[in-house]
C-alpha cells in the first residue's frame, strides 16, 4: 500500500475520548463500597492517561475528595479544585492499586474486569485508505504478511507513534463494521493495516481499538490481554500519546 491509497479526512484521525460520567459513575460505587473518607483516587501518570484534573473533578462529582499524585507539579496542576485533598507519594504506580489502603486506580478508570465499572477511555482511528490485494502480496515493513487469498486491506490512522505498540502486529485486531479485523502486518508509525477479507470499508469509517463492551465494543482488558500487558499500562500510554476528548 502506498501514499497515493490514502486520504485524510477532514475530522481528527485518532483520538482517546474520555467519559467523565463513567468515572463520575466508578467513584460513586467506590465510595458506597468504602466509605467517602477511605477512597483516595490515584491520580498517578496524570490520571492512567485520561487526564489528572479532568479525573479530579469528575471523581469530585461522585463523592471523593482525596487524591494522591507522584509528583509535585502535578499536585499543583490541582489548585483550585474545591474539596480537594492532595497527597504527594513519589513512587507512586500506575500499574495497580492498594485497595486495602483505599486508593482507587485501575478500577477508577473502569480498567478491571468488574461488570459494575464502566471503562472511561475509548481509542479508535478513522480508515484513511483501502486497497484490494491479490493472493501472494505482502503488506507493510518486510511484508510479514502475505494474503494466501485475494483480499481487500483498509489503511488506518493510528499507529506507534499515537502510542499503539507495535507487538500488535499480525496479532492484535481492532473493530471495523462492527467486526473484529486482524492488524495485517507491522505496525507503522503513524498507520496500520487491517484485513477485510472479502469485506469492504470506505475513507472515514471509524476502527475502534477499545471502548465500552455495553456498546459491543472490544474492551480494554482484550486488547491489552492481545499484547500481553495490562489494562492501566495501555490506557496510560494512550493517553499520554493521543488527542484527549472529554465528555
Known sequence: MTLTDARIPAVPVRSARIDGAAITANARILVVRRGSGLVVADLAADGYGHGAAATAKAAIAGGVNRFSVSRVEDALALDGLPTAEVIVTPGSRAAGSAVESGVAGPELYGLTDEPDLRPAMRVSALVVGVKTIEAGEGVSYGHTFRAISRTNLALVGIGYADGLDRSASNVASLQVGGIQRRVAGRVA???????????????????????????????????????????????????SHLPREFS
Open 189 to 239: 508509525m503513524n498507520v496500520l493495516v487491517v484485513d477485510l477479507g472479502s469485506d469492504t470499508a470506505s475513507i472515514g469509517d471509524e476502527a475502534v481499538v477499545f471502548g465500552d463492551p455495553s456498546r459491543g465494543e472490544p474492551s480494554v482488558l482484550s486488547w491489552a490481554a492481545s499484547l500481553g500487558t495490562s489494562a492501566s499500562e495501555v490506557a496510560t500510554v494512550f493517553g
